[in-house]
């Protein structure tokens, strides 16, 4: 198979696909294209390590230039794609150019949702965290004594938390919902991460979110909340949610549901068109979700390679996360969508825990707080298909490994 393929986005899925074609012996036309001037890099790296200094641009790259050069890979960075001609099987440029495919790739990624213009969201020194050039924008920020403000008590607004903590700033975070933490993790998860903020003089604020933004010259320099309190802030930083890079799919008539709509292979419902990563929805377990994670995005780009060269592999995600703040290592496998009962398992390090999800008695997933024994068998259970009885879960005496 020498046939031209296209892979629109620069991210973790667009380099795993890659990867994955030339390491099965793909030797046709590649070409990658990325709105990012930037070769592709690690995303999650950026609200932790980059921010802080300690990961160099190079190091933050997921392949270096010679790999693109060695592996015959026609890089177009900093250009957009404007149209799909599906008929054709043809993409247009923003720079005019046609090019034409035999397999194409949508690994377009997500957009963090950004407050309204209308309440301040367009002020100067409100940012939000997604790409290089987010933290770029806003590094310069992050001095001692200085006041932020966060909008969102998800995962993205907790981690860029501890990070401002750790320099010295005064933080707040605000969340709209009763607790931080509520889409994504149970009230015990929730209740662990409160303390470990507070204890590091973070104010957390529940139930409570921006009536507006209020600006001097242009920059933000108040917040008025829905609790009547209003702050005075140097800047604030929004993490309240993404949506999938879907629009491109749209206008070429594309099923869009929740994200780019893909079967188990990752095909969408043009089968020359393939979708990978943030961006793309599929069916687990009776819903269509999306996963926002480096390994769904690896496993799927690398399922739609197989696909693409005929190797007839469905995918199953065993998923997996994680979140680093502070010392604690947050380390998920599974989803917990639709649990109804967590128990909670002391770790064998001092201040170790684990949430362990239930439905009804079917385990589904665990979130392992610096335990790393109970989210490697945690994982490998759940990998295995087989559940482990609460009781057992919640006895530090079991020896999980029986159940794997």
Same mark, same amino acid.
């Given at each position: 198979m020498s046939d031209p393929i296209i892979v629109i986005g620069a991210g973790q899925a667009a380099t795993s696909f890659i990867a994955k074609l030339r390491s099965e012996g793909y030797d046709g036309p590649i070409t990658l294209i990325g709105e990012e001037k930037q070769l592709p890099y690690q995303r999650p790296p950026l609200s932790k390590k980059y921010l802080l200094g300690e990961m160099p641009l190079a190091r933050l790259l997921l392949r270096p230039a010679s790999w693109y050069e060695d592996n015959h890979v026609d890089l177009k960075l900093g250009t957009r794609v404007t149209a799909i001609n599906r008929s054709q099987c043809s993409v247009t440029l923003d720079t005019q150019e046609t090019l034409t495919y035999s397999k194409l790739l949508l690994a377009t990624g997500s957009t963090p949702h950004q407050l309204p213009a209308t309440i301040g969201g367009t002020l100067t020194?409100?940012?939000?965290?997604?790409?290089?050039?987010?933290?770029?924008?806003?590094?310069?920020?992050?001095?001692?004594?200085?006041?932020?403000?966060?909008?969102?008590?998800?995962?993205?607004?907790?981690?860029?938390?501890?990070?401002?903590?750790?320099?010295?700033?005064?933080?707040? &975070?605000?969340? =709209?919902?009763?607790?931080?933490?509520?889409?994504?993790?149970?009230?015990?998860?929730?209740?662990?991460?409160?303390?470990?903020?507070?204890?590091?003089?973070?104010?957390?604020?529940?139930?409570?979110?921006?009536?507006?933004?209020?600006?001097?010259?242009?920059?933000?320099?108040?917040?008025?909340?829905?609790?009547?309190?209003?702050?005075?802030?140097?800047?604030?930083?929004?993490?309240?949610? &993404?949506?999938?890079?879907?629009?491109?799919?749209?206008?070429?008539?594309?099923? &869009?549901?929740?994200?780019?709509?893909?079967?188990?292979?990752?095909?969408?419902?043009?089968?020359?068109?393939?979708?990978?990563?943030?961006?793309?929805?599929?069916?687990?377990?009776?819903?269509?979700?999306?996963?926002?994670? &480096?390994?769904?995005?690896?496993?799927?780009?690398?399922?739609?390679? =197989?696909?693409?060269l005929g190797q007839d592999i469905s995918y199953h995600p065993n998923p997996w996360f994680w979140s680093d703040q502070y010392q604690t290592k947050l380390q998920i496998a599974g989803l917990n969508t639709g649990y109804t009962d967590t128990v909670t398992r002391p770790g064998k390090r001092e201040g170790a825990i684990s949430i362990w999800y239930y439905h009804d008695d079917t385990l589904l997933a665990v979130d392992a707080l610096n335990d790393p024994i109970a989210y490697t068998m945690g994982r490998k259970i759940l990998g295995a298909g087989n559940s482990l009885p609460k009781t057992a879960a919640a006895d530090p005496s079991v020896q999980l490994k029986d159940f794997i």
């Open positions: 020194g409100v940012y939000t965290l997604r790409g290089l050039a987010d933290v770029d924008h806003m590094q310069h920020e992050f001095v001692k004594g200085r006041r932020l403000l966060i909008i969102g008590g998800g995962y993205i607004g907790l981690e860029a938390a501890a990070v401002a903590a750790g320099l010295g700033l005064q933080v707040t &975070v605000v969340e =709209l919902a009763p607790r931080i933490l509520q889409r994504v993790a149970s009230p015990a998860t929730a209740d662990y991460f409160r303390a470990l903020h507070q204890s590091h003089q973070v104010t957390i604020l529940e139930s409570t979110g921006i009536e507006s933004l209020e600006g001097s010259d242009g920059r933000v320099t108040k917040a008025h909340l829905t609790n009547g309190e209003t702050l005075d802030t140097d800047f604030v930083i929004t993490g309240i949610g &993404v949506a999938p890079n879907a629009q491109l799919a749209a206008e070429a008539s594309l099923e &869009v549901q929740n994200g780019i709509a893909v079967n188990l292979h990752c095909q969408s419902s043009d089968p020359n068109i393939y979708s990978a990563g943030d961006c793309a929805s599929f069916d687990y377990q009776g819903q269509r979700i999306r996963l926002e994670s &480096v390994q769904n995005a690896v496993d799927q780009a690398e399922n739609a390679a =197989l696909h693409v």
